[in-house]
């Protein structure tokens, strides 16, 4: 929809922002900040976490980070201006740091 190359889930699960913003950092060393980046997902859904030795009742917990759920197909990167062979390379450095198996499309 945005860029020339993108990068897509092929299975369904849940993405951390900590591991976006991961794969952001490794993309964007790769393409040397030169074109242009979109990210496709958004970290939505709050994860709470209580203590282990906490008893029952009194609450749900605090918030712990947030995570997107996506499926199988979601657009999650897409690049522009820049050569098909670095970008082909940022897009594959970039899904080796995420949970699910991801595609890159042209």
Do not use: D, Y
Request: charge should be positive.
């Amino acid at each position: 929809m945005f860029g020339t190359l993108g990068l897509k889930s092929v299975e369904s699960g849940l993405i951390s922002s900590q591991q976006i913003e991961a794969a952001r950092q490794a993309i964007i060393r790769k393409i040397k900040r030169k074109g242009k980046i979109w990210i496709r997902v958004w970290p939505n859904i709050p994860v709470t976490i209580k203590s282990t030795g906490a008893r029952m009742g009194k609450g749900k917990g605090r918030i712990s980070h947030w995570c997107v759920r996506v499926r199988g197909g979601t657009v999650l990167f897409e690049l522009c201006g820049i050569s098909v062979n670095v970008a082909f390379i940022a897009l594959k450095t970039g899904g080796a740091k995420l949970p699910i198996k991801t595609k890159i499309f042209i």
